[in-house]
C-alpha cells in the first residue's frame, strides 16, 4: 500500500490516459463481454493463496483488463495490454486487493485503480524522449537558418537566376517541412488523447507533413538533374528547365502522397488507421519507392557530375605536371562533399535499420535524428551562408550601410572624387 502512494505523481498520469483511452482504441464492448463470460465461468475460484473461505476482491473489468476473483491481501497479475501506445506486452500490470476484500484505491481520486505503471520501461521511454529532443533542436534550429537564408537570397534581386531559383524552392520545402515536423513533436506526440481519437486535423498534419517530406527529395532530385544537364548539355534553356522542374518538383509529391491517402484511407483496416496514421504499415511503401528512386538517381547524377568534372579539370592539370593530379582529386573530393548534402545521398542508409534489440540500434537512431533533422541547416549553410555570391553582396550591402552613416562633409568629398574620375572633366578642369 504504501509502494503506491510514493508513486502517485507518476501513476496519476497512467489513471489519466486510461480514462482518454477508455473511449476509443479496441472493441471495449467484446473485450468486457469477453471478461464477463470469464468472471462466470470461474466460479468460486480465488487468485492467491487461500486455504479456507474468507473476504476476497471479486473480478472486475477495469476498462482495459479483465481482473479475476483475487483472495485478500494479495495481488493480481495480468499482462499489460497491447494496444496502448508505449505499453510492453511482455511485462506485467497487477491490482492489488486489501486485507478488508477491497480493490485498492487512488489515494488522489478515491477511485479503484491498476497499477499500469510497470507495463512502461522507463530506461527506453527516456531514451526516446532523448531521441525526440535531438529531432527538436535540430527541426528549430534549421529552420530558422533556412528562413534566414530565405530572407537572404530574396532580399538581394542580383541573386535572382535558375539556380537560386531552385535553391530558394529547395529551401521552402525544407521550411514547410521542418515546421510541420515541430508541430507533430510539440503538439501530436505528448497529446495522448489526440492519438487515440485521431480526428480528422491529425490525419490531414500527418498527409501534409509527408507530402513536404517527399517534396524535399523531389526538390534533391530536380537540384541533381539541373546541376547534370548543365555540366553535360551545352546548349539547353534554363529558363523553360527551371519551369519544368517547377511543375515536377511540386507537383510529383502531390500525385504520391493522393495515391497513398486514398490507398489507406479507403483500404487500410482499423489498426492501420489509429494514432493519426503514425503506425508503420505495408502502405508505407507507396512513399519509400519514389524516394528511394530518387535517391538512386541522384548517386547517378552525382557519379557523372564528378566524372565530367574529372575530365574538364584533368587537362589544365597535365600541363601542371605531377602536382596537377593531387589538386584535381581535391577539388573533386571537395565538389562531391559540398554536393552530399544537396542531394541528400545520407538518406541511403535509412532502410537499414537494425532490427529492435539489435546493438547497433540506439547508434542508428542518433545518427538518423542528426541526418534528419540537422540536413536543413547543412544546405543553408553551404549553399547561402558559405556561397561566395551571398557573401559578396552582404559586404557590399555592409559597406553602403556603413558609407552612408558617414557625416555629410566626407560624403560629399567622395562623390566629387568619384565624378572627377568616372565622368567627363569639368570646364577648365583640364588645367588642374
Known amino acids: 500500500m504504501s509502494e503506491q502512494s510514493s508513486n502517485s505523481s507518476s501513476i496519476g498520469s497512467t489513471a489519466a490516459i486510461a480514462e482518454s483511452v477508455a ?151 525544407f521550411a514547410a517541412n521542418n515546421s510541420l515536423w515541430l508541430l507533430w513533436y510539440l503538439m501530436v506526440m505528448p497529446n495522448t488523447e489526440l492519438l487515440q481519437d485521431s480526428p480528422a486535423r491529425c490525419v490531414a498534419l500527418h498527409i501534409n507533413l509527408h507530402y513536404f517530406l517527399l517534396t524535399n527529395y523531389s526538390w534533391m532530385l530536380c537540384e541533381g538533374f539541373y546541376l547534370h544537364t548543365v555540366l553535360v548539355s551545352a546548349f539547353i534553356s534554363e529558363k523553360r528547365l527551371v519551369k519544368w522542374l517547377i511543375a515536377f518538383g511540386w507537383g510529383s509529391p502531390a500525385v504520391v502522397i493522393f495515391v497513398y491517402s486514398m490507398a489507406r484511407g479507403l483500404g487500410g483496416s482499423a489498426d492501420q488507421k489509429i494514432h493519426c496514421w503514425m503506425s508503420p504499415t505495408d502502405y508505407d511503401n507507396i512513399l519509400v519507392v519514389p524516394v528511394c528512386i530518387s535517391m538512386f538517381l541522384n548517386l547517378l547524377f552525382l557519379c557523372n557530375i564528378v566524372r565530367v568534372v574529372l575530365l574538364k579539370l584533368n587537362a589544365p592539370a597535365s600541363i601542371q605536371g605531377s602536382c596537377g593530379p593531387s589538386r584535381t582529386v581535391l577539388q573533386a573530393f571537395r565538389a562531391t562533399l559540398l554536393l552530399v548534402p544537396l542531394l541528400g545521398l545520407q538518406y541511403i542508409v535509412t532502410p537499414f535499420r537494425p532490427a529492435p534489440g539489435h546493438p547497433w540500434e540506439n547508434t542508428y537512431e542518433i545518427i538518423s535524428a542528426f541526418t534528419a533533422s540537422f540536413q536543413g541547416l547543412c544546405v543553408a549553410t553551404l549553399f547561402c551562408f558559405f556561397n561566395g555570391e551571398v557573401i559578396a553582396q552582404v559586404k557590399r550591402k555592409w559597406r553602403m550601410l556603413c558609407f552612408s552613416n558617414r557625416p555629410r562633409t566626407n560624403s560629399y568629398t567622395a562623390t566629387q572624387v568619384s565624378f572627377v574620375r568616372c565622368g567627363p572633366p569639368l570646364p577648365g578642369e583640364e588645367k588642374v
Open 23 to 173: 473511449e476509443s482504441g479496441p472493441d471495449f464492448d467484446a473485450l468486457r463481454a469477453a471478461c464477463n463470460a470469464r468472471l462466470n465461468g470461474s466460479g468460486s475460484h480465488l487468485l492467491g493463496p487461500s486455504p479456507e473461505p474468507g473476504p476476497f476482491c471479486p473480478g472486475t473489468f477495469d476498462g482495459w483488463l479483465c481482473w479475476p476473483d483475487t483472495a485478500a491481501g494479495t495481488s493480481a497479475y495480468e499482462l499489460c495490454p497491447d494496444f496502448i501506445t508505449g505499453f510492453d506486452p511482455t511485462r506485467y500490470a497487477h491490482k492489488e486487493c486489501g486485507s478488508d476484500g477491497e480493490w485498492f484505491k487512488h489515494p488522489l481520486n478515491n477511485k479503484t485503480w491498476s497499477n499500469y505503471t510497470t507495463c512502461v520501461n522507463l530506461d527506453d521511454l527516456e531514451w526516446k524522449h532523448n531521441v525526440n529532443l535531438i529531432y527538436e533542436v535540430g527541426y528549430g534550429i534549421s529552420l530558422l537558418a533556412i528562413l534566414l537564408s530565405l530572407a537572404i537570397l530574396g532580399y538581394f534581386k542580383t541573386l535572382k537566376c535558375a539556380r537560386i531559383t531552385l535553391h530558394m524552392n529547395l529551401f521552402a520545402s
